[in-house]
């Protein structure tokens, strides 16, 4: 997917600035030599007295245990998993360690990437694509690049946070060795403590002194499955409680001293400036404390965010116009003319003779269309900044720490170095924190407020006018089916980029393909003797980045839906054709399993269908089944089966939790949510015109986990893009009537 | 000056009585449990109790509260044994978190008027409550185990 070397070069340049040397897992030394430089341990520079930390994930204190969560929490309890999975090792018990975010460190670059970032399928296990694979990590440890997305924690993690807590565990093992005479052999560890033959117990935090003087026992491994206490089992999330009790602090509930309140208007033609306000109103306004203006807009300083959002409310301002169309239609239009050879993204995967394939039996063609989309997680964009001489500190919720300093740091000239960046749990993200709206004009403020700690809370409305949308996309796919079978595939779809947007606002342009946009449409596991996948990017239109699945979010139901259509032409039963094409073993154990736990069997009559629909996105296969009754109040949804294939389920219950939420996404986005632009800006600012589901559609979701796939593989996205195709699929089998827009809502009422 | 009772306990805030119950509990008391998701009644995550009601703190003006008494999450009554609490615990309803806070306040107040809802039952009341991460199986889950619990205390 898109030349690699190319790609980590230019992609991950904040990280390769900050990186000298590179960082391997265990590979800095002994703690006690371990220094805060650029190929060191993060955790050594701030570490107290007769503290030890023996990697960037573990830190110990005489008086408590800290465990490193470098992944952001964006509600799919990685905030919990991680610390877990190093708690296992450690013989830890929930309860007795603190979990504490991630700075910005090449420390913690992404190994996770490597799969997506190796230019072949998921599926391709050959000693090419592993040496492909191999070749992308070392180009992401030389870039340092600490991110969370791609559903790529727990590939990341699973093997180096074990290993983690295996160096803690054999380390405080050795330090008891030693200050006891007890051969190691002999020792064992439970529930935070090191214990001797005699039955006598060390804490853990009582040998952080000594263990520091000592070297880690690096080669130490993680354990075998079988002996897990908590991974794989059904545990409980360590924020649950505090979360039902409210007693968790999300980054929108942090409150310093002095602090006072801002709010924002800026431009809804997105990333265009302001050319003049009028603030007189505002100023009046009660608790205004300061009108300022920005640069793409104006801010409010107040004492309570109401006041702050009423006066921001009663500026006006003149816009420079956007730079994209400023109505829809002309953004559908820019789409329909972008399928030609200068638009060309790539042609991702070719094979057999598609022209002459085409030309054999039934000529099947149909044309898709996926609107932009909204991100909108109920925590609204928010952040607290404080400038002063020395730099800038900045409490948010994000998935990038390096690039929030970068972004900060620019906005008001300072080095990226002397942005201090705090992580905080976050309300959902869906890709919102990826990107960097409220960064920058908390930087611009905070700077014109120096001194003075500043709270940004943007309204919802603010936050819808300037979320970056999922691609718009249209797809034009052509087959053909003879004799019972498909003969031929050609995809094409026309889309803006996501992936390349993002990081070009990242300021580490993309000169390749946008590989999301092969998502979805490339990794089509279905024998079919001429395939071909290509797409097109459209230029000059609203900039887009990554929503939940992103490429796949859009290809998925353009492919799986097409895909149905050809099934049907040939006369062939939905289920038992993708499992009869399934060219994969394990995928085609997959929906053998779906088809057995929905109990398929062709058609059900009476007003219901049933759609079945299989996509791989980042590498996670997930197949599913959505039921439906079509009623004279609308289509229901009675049920939907998941079946996901992520090699290990490591945290059963939020592996359920999440494939169902995922679901929900992937169909109330399909059913009820567009953005659309009128006058340069989204027309859709609050929830009641893009609601997605809420409970009374929610139907029954059976989940399975499969354990098949040779590799451990994410979650957090995967389930989402079959949702669409499914449903659509399962509306033309109860009603006849085939959706190939989405929302459906424009085409057909849901109950 | 306005004087309110909030958790039991009385308050009193410099405010415009325009100003809604939920930045007042916010940024002028300090109680973060109601959450702001939309500011127009339409995503339920600022859901308190107003005299023993399901309200959305986002549409109450502070100088039509005055004098009533306020719960949020924080002041409910012996929270650790709460069936609606323990339930949602147990069920593992949470992803992100941020809207559970309105969605606990509606479904407390949903039981107390129906003790055994129905789906359809809860569908109608919790509907207004949106759930961004998808969490509607175990808040449906939830609602019906504390429903049983609160049954078998009686």
Same mark, same amino acid.
């Given at each position: ?751 | ?7 039991? %306990? ?111 039952? %809860? ?32």
């Amino acid at each position: 997917m898109g030349d690699m070397q190319t790609l980590s070069r230019r992609a991950f340049v904040f990280g390769s600035a900050a990186v000298a040397g590179g960082i391997v897992f265990g590979a800095y030394g002994p703690a006690e030599a371990a220094a805060p430089s650029a190929d060191g341990n993060p955790l050594a520079a701030g570490l107290g007295p007769n503290s030890v930390t023996f990697n960037p994930w573990v830190e110990i204190s005489p008086d408590k245990i800290t465990l490193i969560a470098q992944h952001a929490d964006i509600g799919q309890g990685v905030g919990s998993v991680q610390p877990i999975m190093i708690a296992e090792e450690m013989d830890l018990d929930p309860g007795q360690f603190e979990v504490r975010f991630a700075g910005p460190s090449p420390a913690y670059f992404n190994t996770g990437f490597k799969e997506e970032l190796a230019p072949f399928l998921a599926a391709d296990q050959s000693p090419e694509a592993e040496a492909a694979r191999a070749a992308a990590l070392e180009s992401l440890r030389k870039s340092g690049l600490q991110m969370t997305g791609g559903s790529s924690t727990i590939p990341d993690t699973y093997d180096k946070l074990r290993v983690a807590g295996a160096v803690a565990r054999e380390t405080l093992k050795a330090a008891a060795a030693k200050r006891s005479g007890v051969a190691v052999a002999d020792i064992r560890t439970q529930s935070g403590h090191v214990i001797l033959p005699d039955g006598s117990k060390i804490p853990y935090v009582s040998l952080a002194a000594e263990a520091a003087r000592i070297p880690p026992v690096l080669d130490a491994q993680p354990r075998d499955p079988s002996t897990w206490r908590m991974l794989g089992k059904p545990m409980t999330r360590l924020d649950v409680r505090a979360k039902v009790m409210g007693e968790l602090q999300f980054g929108i509930d942090l409150k310093m001293e002095g602090m006072l309140y801002a709010s924002v208007k800026l431009n809804p033609g997105k990333g265009q400036p302001l050319k003049s306000y009028d603030a007189s109103k505002a100023r009046a306004m009660p608790g205004v404390k300061k009108i300022l203006e920005i640069k793409n807009g104006v801010a409010v300083i107040a004492t309570n965010s109401w006041y702050a959002m009423k006066a921001v409310d009663a500026i006006a301002c003149e816009w420079a116009p956007s730079a994209y169309p400023a109505e829809q239609a002309d953004h559908w239009k820019v789409l329909e003319s972008s399928f030609k050879p200068e638009f060309l993204g790539k042609e991702w995967r070719t094979i057999g003779d598609v022209g002459a394939g085409l030309k054999t039996g039934k000529l099947v063609e149909a044309e898709y269309r996926a609107p932009y989309v909204a991100h909108q997680p109920l925590e609204p964009l928010n952040g607290i900044g404080l400038v002063n001489d020395k730099g800038m500190e900045i409490w948010v919720g994000h998935q990038s720490p390096q690039a929030v300093q970068a972004i900060a740091a620019n906005a008001i000239g300072l080095k990226p170095e002397q942005v201090t960046f705090h992580n905080q749990w976050t309300g959902g993200s869906f890709g919102h924190r990826l990107e960097f709206e409220n960064v920058r004009v908390l930087a611009e403020i905070a700077n014109q407020m120096r001194g003075t700690p500043i709270k940004l809370v943007f309204s919802r409305e603010e936050d819808f006018l300037q979320d970056i949308p999922r691609q718009i996309a249209i797809a034009r796919h052509r087959g053909s089916v003879a004799n019972g079978k498909i003969v031929a595939t050609d995809l094409q779809l026309a889309s803006t980029a996501p992936f390349k947007g993002l990081l070009e606002r990242m300021g580490t342009p993309l000169k390749d393909p946008d590989p999301q946009l092969a998502a979805g449409t490339w990794n089509v596991y279905y024998d079919i003797p001429h395939f071909r996948a290509t797409s097109y990017e459209a230029q000059g239109l609203s900039p887009c980045t990554t929503w939940r699945s992103v490429g796949a979010s859009t290809a998925g139901f353009f492919t799986e839906s097409f895909i149905d259509e050809l099934i049907h032409a040939a006369g062939l039963d939905p289920m038992k054709a993708r499992i009869a094409m399934c060219n994969v073993p394990h995928y085609r154990k997959l929906l053998e399993t779906l088809a057995e736990m929905s109990t398929w069997k062709g058609p059900l009559g009476n007003g219901r269908g049933r759609g079945v629909a299989f996509v791989e996105s980042f590498g996670t296969p997930v197949a599913e089944v959505v039921e439906v009754t079509a009623t004279d109040r609308g289509i229901r949804i009675d049920k939907v089966w998941v079946a996901v294939d992520v090699g290990k389920v490591i945290d059963p219950v939020n592996f359920e939790n999440q494939v169902q939420g995922g679901v929900v996404w992937g169909l109330g986005h399909a059913m009820n949510c567009e953005i659309t632009y009128s006058k340069g800006a989204a027309q859709q600012t609050n929830y009641n015109h893009h609601e997605a589901m809420r409970i009374h559609q929610c139907p029954v979701i059976e989940v399975r986990g499969l354990e098949n796939d040779p590799k451990v593989r994410g979650l957090g996205e995967p389930p989402v893009p079959p949702a669409a195709p499914a449903l659509a699929n399962a509306i033309f089998a109860a009603t006849g009537k085939r959706i190939r827009e989405m929302p459906f809502n424009k085409f057909i009422d849901f109950v | 000056m306005i004087e309110l009772k909030v958790n039991g %306990i009385k308050r009193q805030v410099d405010v415009v009585p325009e100003m809604p119950l939920l930045w007042v509990l916010r940024d002028e008391l300090g109680i973060t449990s109601a959450k702001y998701g939309c500011g127009v009644a339409q995503c339920g995550a600022c859901t308190v109790h107003i005299d023993g009601k399901a309200v959305r703190s986002c549409q109450a003006h502070i100088g039509e509260v005055a004098g009533k008494s306020v719960v949020t999450l924080e002041g409910l009554h012996n929270k650790d044994q709460n069936p609606v609490l323990q339930a949602w615990i147990a069920h593992q309803v949470p992803q992100c978190g941020y809207c559970q806070t309105g969605q606990i306040m509606q479904a407390i107040s949903l039981l107390a008027s129906i003790p055994k809802p129905t789906d359809e039952q %809860i569908n109608q009341v919790m509907s207004g409550n949106l759930c961004r991460c998808g969490t509607y199986p175990r808040i449906r889950a939830a609602i019906h185990a504390a429903a049983a619990n609160k049954m078998a205390e009686k």
